[in-house]
T-cell receptor
Framework: QKEVEQNSGPLSVPEGAIASLNCTYS??????FFWYRQYSGKSPELIMF????GDKEDGRFTAQLNKASQYVSLLIRDSQPSDSATYLC?????????????FGSGTQLTVLP | GAVVSQHPSRVICKSGTSVKIECRSL??????MFWYRQFPKQSLMLMAT?????????EQGVEKDKFLINHASLTLSTLTVTSAHPEDSSFYIC??????????FGPGTRLLVL
């Protein structure tokens, strides 16, 4: 089982709709969760991070964390064509004395005009 | 804030040569820098983690003698690909973090080895 799993997609939504991206993780002790957006040919850029159970909103983006079920999701409201990208879920996982960010394989989102 | 730069953005070299990539945190002190590699249509793969002033920790399967990492200051880390071969062609991305856990990524360096 992969440590961080995402549906690779592609996920297509019409412009103005809500895009829902999901991620599950295996390390129950993980405390920190991140969503990055990566445009084709570019490096990832941080969208949001979340540490506590519940929802965290930032503009059109809402991150949701459920530690009991070990999933974290990202909702994008009023999706725009410019939101078309690959979205990477990342989880800070402890490995011995080290902690490292482990990425999912990413979900490719296409917002159709 | 939290800007990370990389240089060069793109490099083409002949097989057998060495290539150095610089990663700088421009507006914060990075206690830890990370180097990733990404092949087309694949996710980021962590190569190594480096803390300022100490030896880098390499991930399993990454040759430390081939990928030399130096983290000489709190704002600069370098990755040198020694004796590069075509299979080393990839997108190399660094990230940096301070005491908090958030990593900020550089724009990446696209390496093509002929």
């Amino acid at each position: 089982q992969k440590e961080v799993e995402q549906n690779s997609g592609p996920l297509s939504v019409p412009e103005g709709a809500i895009a829902s991206l999901n991620c599950t993780y295996s390390d129950r002790g993980s405390q920190s969760f991140f969503w990055y957006r990566q445009y084709s040919g570019k490096s990832p850029e941080l969208i949001m991070f979340i540490y506590s159970n519940g929802d965290k909103e930032d503009g059109r983006f809402t991150a949701q964390l459920n530690k009991a079920s070990q999933y974290v999701s990202l909702l994008i409201r009023d999706s725009q064509p410019s939101d078309s990208a690959t979205y990477l879920c990342a989880v800070l996982i402890s490995s011995g004395s080290a902690r490292q960010l482990t990425f999912g394989s990413g979900t490719q989102l296409t917002v159709l005009p | 804030g939290a800007v990370v730069s990389q240089h060069p953005s793109r490099v083409i070299c002949k097989s057998g040569t060495s290539v150095k990539i610089e990663c700088r945190s421009l507006d914060f002190q990075a206690t830890t820098m990370f180097w990733y590699r990404q092949f087309p249509k694949q996710s980021l793969m962590l190569m190594a983690t480096s803390n300022e002033g100490s030896k880098a920790t390499y991930e399993q399967g990454v040759e430390k003698d081939k990928f030399l990492i130096n983290h000489a200051s709190l704002t600069l880390s370098t990755l040198t690909v020694t004796s590069a071969h075509p299979e080393d062609s990839s997108f190399y991305i660094c990230s940096a973090s301070s005491e908090v856990e958030t990593q900020y990524f550089g724009p990446g360096t696209r390496l093509l080895v002929l």
